[in-house]
Structures are given as structure tokens and as C-alpha cells.
């Protein structure tokens, strides 16, 4: 038995972790669809295994990460960088709302249908921008920490990571800051070793949850709704091509980009989670050689704040009610939608069922029926695939625009031979 077992698991770990991702995701959809809801009970501790590994690692990879980067860069450039990257996010996201009331504008999601009076939803209370920035600094490090949030993890990392860079200059504690430094760049060194273990167990809990999702979600949603997905889909396709272009000005190397991004963004279409798939970003944004001063913070932030796939989602819905409804929209109301749209991306992070909060929000500001918000419920989980991969995508192409106008250099090769180092037993 142990000679048969041995080569398999030899044949699954050397072979690319992308093709046994993509591999789980088809089989996924194959079982999803023929074991229905049954399977979906069956596989769903496998799936759910896979979320518990990757929030496991968040903590540590976004501390560790980010305080050996801020140690690796120069002092100065910590708040160019931010700059850069909330101008990058900002930008992106009323350019997504752009993008998708465009193409739900020329391709008229719900048409023809009718909308209930009856139906109701319940959506959780949109907290607002100023409690939003305020939750940045925690009141309590250890409940930040147990609650995996990740914009209070990510300032406790920058305060302690800045102070230890000025410890490490002092005449007096040089030597102590040295040590602390060579400490934790140790331990973000095995935090390395510990992810590219769980990098192994990826294609199983994907094939687990993609199948559940399917399972559950079944045919009939999507055929019901099926105008909808499609549009949302060919909206976030053309965002796709925006950052496809974006990247070929800056000078990234696409090939090379999306070699490394097509893990983390199956992976977030699978778990429907960006923030549990940042360890995964993050090693991607490894190999793509980033810096690590850089995308330890912006892949972190944008894991929280930078949603582009949920941005042309409230613009697709948007103009799904409005059709519905029968009052097309006019462009007072599309400027409307961009402008509240882009800040309330930034005001619902973190919330769960962020995406419901944020279409009810803007519905309520332009006037459109909240009773449709009932609707695209229906379909949350389908259009929640595909919006966060888009999120996921958003955030590295902007790492590695920002990369490359600090003057990095986009060079793979390296870093893939250091990363198989460390996946390898």
C-alpha cells in the first residue's frame, strides 16, 4: 500500500499548483451538479478545513510580513507607497462602478421581469465610513488579533514594525533592535514554511466548496437569474481588460503576472473570501519579486477595502432594479451611483454580507426599490465567485503597478525557485 501511496503523493505534490486548483474546480462543478445537496453536507468539512488553514495563517503572514518589510525599505518611502496605493484604490473603484453601469447600460439585465411587492430582506446596518476609519486603531491588540481584523492587525504591524526600524538606528539599542529583527525575520521564515504546507491541501478544500456551492445553488437560480450573472460576468470581464491595459502601460509583464495571480484568484472564486485567500496573495506577490514593504501593506488593505468586483456589482444591480422596476435610469442618477458606490466600497468593509449592504445602501440614496435587493440575493453566492476574484486581482495589479513605478523589476525567476524551495518536503 505505502508503494502505491508514495508515487501518488509524489505525482500530486511536483505538479503545479494551479493545475490541480483548476482541476478541483471542474470536478468540483461535475459533483456539485450530479450529488446535489447531499454531497454538498458530505464534502463541506473538507471545505470548511481549507477556510480554518488559510484564516490560520493570516495573522502571522500579514504581522510578520509586514514587519520585516517596513524594515527592508527605506523610511521615507512608507507614506509614498500609501499614497499611491489609496489613489490606486480609489481610482479603481469608481472606474469598476463606471465599467459596470457601461455594460449594464447597453445589455439591460432585467428586463421583462417582474418585481414582488412581498419580498423582503433583511441587511445588516451600514456602519459608515468614520466608524470605519476609526476601527483601524484597536481598542484591545488581543481582540483584534482573535477577531482577524485585518486593518487592526495591519496598523499594529506598522506601528511596531516603524518603531523597531528607529530601534534598530538608535546609538543605545541598535544591537537589541538587531536582535528583535533577526527574531521575527526568522519567524516570518517558518510562517513561509507552514504556508507552503497548507499550499498542498488548496486543490482539496476548493474542490469541497466549489462543489457544495453548485450543489446548493443548483440550475434552476441560475436560469431564473440568468441575464443578471451573465452581464455581471462580461462587466468584470471588460475591468479584466482595464487592468490588462493598465499593466502593459506601466511595463508588468503579463505573462509573468498571471502565472502567479491564477492561484489566488481561482482560489477566491472558489471560497468566495478575499480575505481568506490574502495568504495566498501574498505568496503570490512573493514570487512576482514585490517588494515586501509594498505588498505587505497594500495586499492586507486591499483585501479590506479594495473591492472592485463588488464595486460593478452594485452597478449591474443597480441597473437590474431599475429595469425591473420600470425607471430606467438617467445620468444624474448613474453619477450618483459612482460617486456613493465608490465611498460606500470603503464604508461597508469588513461587515459580513458587505455586497448585500452596499446595493441596499446605494438603493436607498437613488431611490431605487429595495424589495430587489430579495431578488439578487438569489444569486449572491454566483455573482460572490466572480466578484471577489475580480477583488483579489484588483489589489495584486495594483501592487504590481506600484512596483514597477518605484522602479521595481518584475522578475520571477528567483523567487519561483526560492517558493519551490519552500513547498517542497
Given at each position: 500500500?505505502?508503494?502505491?501511496?508514495?508515487?501518488?503523493?509524489?505525482?500530486?505534490?511536483?505538479?503545479?499548483?494551479?493545475?490541480r486548483?483548476?482541476?478541483?474546480?471542474?470536478?468540483g462543478?461535475?459533483?456539485g451538479?450530479?450529488?446535489?445537496?447531499?454531497?454538498?453536507?458530505?464534502?463541506?468539512?473538507?471545505?470548511?478545513?481549507?477556510?480554518?488553514?488559510?484564516?490560520?495563517?493570516?495573522?502571522?503572514?500579514?504581522?510578520?510580513?509586514?514587519?520585516?518589510?517596513?524594515?527592508?525599505?527605506?523610511?521615507?518611502?512608507?507614506?509614498?507607497?500609501?499614497?499611491?496605493?489609496?489613489?490606486?484604490?480609489?481610482?479603481?473603484?469608481?472606474l469598476?462602478?463606471?465599467?459596470?453601469?457601461?455594460?449594464?447600460?447597453?445589455?439591460?439585465?432585467?428586463?421583462?421581469?417582474?418585481?414582488?411587492?412581498?419580498?423582503?430582506?433583511?441587511?445588516?446596518?451600514?456602519?459608515?465610513?468614520?466608524?470605519v476609519?476609526?476601527?483601524?486603531?484597536?481598542?484591545?491588540?488581543v481582540?483584534?488579533?482573535?477577531?482577524?481584523?485585518?486593518?487592526g492587525?495591519?496598523?499594529?504591524?506598522l506601528?511596531?514594525?516603524?518603531?523597531l526600524?528607529?530601534?534598530?538606528?538608535?546609538?543605545?539599542?541598535?544591537?537589541?533592535?538587531?536582535?528583535?529583527?533577526g527574531?521575527?525575520?526568522?519567524?516570518?521564515?517558518?510562517?513561509?514554511?507552514?504556508?507552503?504546507?497548507?499550499?498542498?491541501?488548496?486543490?482539496?478544500?476548493?474542490?469541497?466548496?466549489?462543489?457544495?456551492?453548485?450543489?446548493?445553488?443548483?440550475v434552476?437560480?441560475?436560469?431564473?437569474?440568468?441575464?443578471?450573472?451573465?452581464?455581471?460576468?462580461?462587466?468584470l470581464?471588460?475591468?479584466?481588460?482595464?487592468y490588462?491595459?493598465?499593466?502593459?502601460?506601466?511595463?508588468?509583464?503579463?505573462?509573468?503576472?498571471?502565472?502567479?495571480?491564477?492561484?489566488p484568484m481561482?482560489?477566491?472564486?472558489?471560497?468566495?473570501?478575499?480575505?481568506?485567500?490574502?495568504?495566498?496573495?501574498?505568496?503570490?506577490?512573493?514570487?512576482?519579486?514585490?517588494?515586501?514593504?509594498?505588498?505587505?501593506?497594500?495586499?492586507?488593505?486591499?483585501?479590506?477595502?479594495?473591492?472592485?468586483?463588488?464595486?460593478?456589482?452594485?452597478?449591474?444591480s443597480?441597473?437590474?432594479?431599475?429595469?425591473?422596476?420600470?425607471?430606467p435610469?438617467?445620468?444624474?442618477s448613474?453619477?450618483?451611483?459612482?460617486?456613493?458606490?465608490?465611498?460606500?466600497?470603503?464604508?461597508?468593509?469588513?461587515?459580513?454580507g458587505?455586497?448585500?449592504?452596499m446595493?441596499?445602501?446605494?438603493f436607498?440614496?437613488?431611490?431605487?426599490?429595495?424589495?430587489?435587493?430579495?431578488?439578487?440575493?438569489?444569486?449572491?453566492?454566483?455573482?460572490g465567485?466572480?466578484?471577489?476574484?475580480?477583488?483579489?486581482?484588483?489589489?495584486?495589479?495594483?501592487?504590481?503597478?506600484?512596483?514597477?513605478?518605484?522602479?521595481?523589476?518584475?522578475?520571477?525567476?528567483?523567487?519561483?525557485?526560492?517558493?519551490?524551495?519552500?513547498?517542497?518536503?
Amino acid at each position: 500500500m505505502t508503494s502505491f501511496v508514495t508515487p501518488l503523493w509524489r505525482g500530486y505534490r511536483d505538479s503545479s499548483l494551479i493545475l490541480r486548483v483548476t482541476v478541483a474546480l471542474v470536478l468540483g462543478v461535475v459533483v456539485g451538479l450530479i450529488g446535489g445537496p447531499g454531497v454538498a453536507e458530505l464534502l463541506s468539512p473538507l471545505g470548511d478545513l481549507l477556510m480554518r488553514l488559510l484564516k490560520f495563517i493570516i495573522l502571522p503572514i500579514v504581522l510578520f510580513t509586514l514587519m520585516v518589510g517596513v524594515n527592508q525599505g527605506q523610511a521615507g518611502s512608507l507614506g509614498r507607497l500609501g499614497r499611491k496605493v489609496f489613489l490606486y484604490y480609489l481610482a479603481t473603484s469608481a472606474l469598476a462602478i463606471v465599467v459596470g453601469l457601461l455594460v449594464a447600460t447597453l445589455l439591460s439585465p432585467g428586463e421583462g421581469m417582474t418585481l414582488d411587492s412581498e419580498a423582503s430582506v433583511s441587511v445588516p446596518d451600514n456602519p459608515g465610513i468614520l466608524k470605519v476609519v476609526l476601527g483601524i486603531v484597536p481598542d484591545n491588540i488581543v481582540a483584534a488579533f482573535a477577531g482577524q481584523d485585518l486593518l487592526g492587525i495591519l496598523f499594529t504591524a506598522l506601528v511596531f514594525g516603524l518603531a523597531l526600524a528607529r530601534l534598530r538606528r538608535s546609538a543605545s539599542q541598535g544591537e537589541l533592535g538587531e536582535r528583535l529583527y533577526g527574531v521575527l525575520a526568522a519567524l516570518n521564515a517558518v510562517t513561509l514554511k507552514v504556508m507552503g504546507g497548507i499550499l498542498h491541501y488548496v486543490p482539496i478544500g476548493v474542490f469541497a466548496i466549489v462543489a457544495g456551492t453548485v450543489a446548493n445553488q443548483g440550475v434552476d437560480t441560475l436560469l431564473s437569474l440568468g441575464d443578471m450573472v451573465v452581464v455581471l460576468y462580461v462587466a468584470l470581464g471588460v475591468q479584466l481588460l482595464v487592468y490588462v491595459g493598465l499593466m502593459r502601460a506601466f511595463g508588468v509583464p503579463l505573462a509573468a503576472f498571471f502565472r502567479e495571480a491564477r492561484t489566488p484568484m481561482a482560489t477566491a472564486f472558489a471560497t468566495q473570501s478575499s480575505s481568506g485567500t490574502l495568504p495566498l496573495t501574498l505568496d503570490a506577490a512573493q514570487r512576482l519579486g514585490l517588494p515586501r514593504n509594498l505588498y505587505g501593506f497594500s495586499l492586507p488593505l486591499g483585501a479590506t477595502l479594495n473591492m472592485d468586483g463588488a464595486a460593478i456589482r452594485i452597478a449591474i444591480s443597480a441597473v437590474f432594479a431599475a429595469n425591473v422596476a420600470g425607471m430606467p435610469l438617467d445620468w444624474t442618477s448613474m453619477l450618483q451611483i459612482v460617486a456613493v458606490g465608490t465611498l460606500i466600497s470603503v464604508g461597508t468593509a469588513g461587515v459580513p454580507g458587505a455586497g448585500i449592504v452596499m446595493i441596499a445602501t446605494v438603493f436607498s440614496q437613488v431611490g431605487l426599490p429595495i424589495e430587489a435587493v430579495a431578488l439578487l440575493t438569489a444569486i449572491d453566492a454566483l455573482v460572490g465567485m466572480g466578484c471577489t476574484a475580480l477583488n483579489v486581482t484588483g489589489d495584486l495589479v495594483g501592487t504590481a503597478i506600484i512596483g514597477r513605478s518605484e522602479g521595481e523589476r518584475i522578475d520571477t525567476t528567483a523567487a519561483q525557485a526560492s517558493s519551490a524551495s519552500s513547498t517542497g518536503d
